[in-house]
């Protein structure tokens, strides 16, 4: 029995739909792609405000490392959430 050239795996077919370079907003209710420059150590969402921290694993491979929080109490502050939520 000859073997299909033309026939791919599972993973082979999600690689092509795969972004690299780019990252998500980690806002459950913004979710948007976001392109960091290369070498960046921060980026913040064009679409939410919200900023984060980010670590390269290669020269093309963003990974967010995690929020920056001066930026993100400010954005709560505005916003008035924090007085529903007292801590």
């Not at 073997?3 to 791919?8: A, Q, Y």
Request: proline residues 9%.
């Amino acid at each position: 029995m000859a073997i299909e050239s033309t026939k791919v795996s599972a993973s082979e077919t999600l690689t092509k739909t795969r972004s690299f370079g780019k990252i998500r907003c980690h806002n459950p209710s913004c979710m948007k792609r976001m392109e960091p420059t290369p070498g960046s150590k921060e980026i913040t969402c064009p679409t939410c405000g919200m900023a984060y921290r980010i670590y390269w694993l290669g020269p093309n491979l963003p990974r967010i490392r995690g929020p920056v929080w001066d930026v993100n109490r400010k954005l709560i502050e505005k916003s008035g959430s924090s007085k529903n939520n007292p801590q």
